[in-house]
C-alpha cells in the first residue's frame, strides 16, 4: 500500500525566524543578534533533540545574554505564535487521507512546541502515526530518525512518499528507500503528489 509521509515545518505550517524576529522587534532591531541568540543557537539543535525544554533553553542563553534577557523572554515561546497553517499543505494532507493512503509525519520539532500545534490543529488528527525528532533524541538528516519511523509504523519504505522542503532531508530518507518530493511551494503539493502517487487527489 502506498504510504505518505509529511514533513511538517514549511510543508504544513509555516516557518520563518526571521519574519517573526521582524514582526516582533522591527526591522531596525539587531534581529542577525537576536537570531544568534535563539534560533541559531546551539541550545535551538537541544529543544530539537528534546534534551532542553523552552524554559531551560531560555534560561541558558539569558546567562550567556544578559543584556537579552528580555527580547529572550519574548522569543520563547512567544516564537509558537508563527507556526500557522499553510493552505496548500493541509489541502494535500486532506485529499490524500480522503484517499485512504495512510499519513505520517516526520519532523524536527520541539516538545513544547508540537504539543502546541498538536493542540492548535485539529488535522494532526488525520496522522496515522508520527515521529518527531524531540521524542527520539534524533534529527534529520540522522539516519537513527528515518530508521525509528520505518520501524516503528511498519512502513515499506519502497511504497512511500516523503514531502520536505530540504533537499539534505530527502538524500538521507533515499538512503533508506523512500522516494522523496522536494516542496517549494506548498500550493503545489497536492498537484505534486497527485502525479508521483497516479490518482487523482480531490478534494
Not at 19 to 39: C, E, I, K, V
Not at 147 to 152: D, G, R
Not at 174 to 199: M, S
Request: net charge negative; aromatic share 12%; glycine share 6%.
Amino acid at each position: 500500500m502506498q504510504t505518505v509521509i509529511f514533513d511538517i515545518g514549511n510543508v504544513l505550517l509555516r516557518f520563518s525566524p526571521w519574519d517573526y524576529l521582524t514582526d516582533t522587534f522591527g526591522s531596525d532591531a539587531p534581529l542577525d543578534l537576536y537570531h544568534r541568540a535563539s534560533f541559531g543557537s546551539t541550545q535551538w539543535d537541544l529543544l530539537d533533540r528534546g534534551v532542553l525544554t523552552q524554559e531551560q533553553a531560555c534560561s541558558e542563553l539569558q546567562e550567556r545574554y544578559p543584556h537579552l534577557r528580555q527580547e529572550l523572554t519574548a522569543i520563547f515561546p512567544g516564537w509558537f505564535a508563527g507556526l500557522t497553517a499553510l493552505e496548500g499543505g493541509v489541502q494535500a494532507l486532506h485529499a490524500v487521507k480522503k484517499q485512504g493512503i495512510p499519513v505520517y509525519a516526520l519532523s524536527n520539532f520541539h516538545t513544547e512546541a508540537f504539543h502546541y500545534v498538536r493542540k492548535t490543529y485539529a488535522w494532526f488528527d488525520l496522522f496515522d502515526g508520527w515521529t518527531v525528532s524531540a521524542h527520539i533524541g534524533s534529527l534529520k538528516p540522522e539516519a537513527r530518525i528515518y530508521q525509528h519511523l520505518l520501524a516503528e509504523h511498519g512502513i515499506a519504505a519502497q511504497d512511500a512518499w516523503f514531502l520536505d522542503d530540504s533537499e539534505a532531508n530527502l538524500q538521507s530518507a533515499a538512503y533508506f528507500g523512500l522516494r522523496g518530493i522536494l516542496v517549494k511551494d506548498p500550493q503545489t503539493i497536492r498537484a505534486d503528489l497527485a502525479q508521483q502517487l497516479q490518482r487523482d487527489l480531490p478534494l
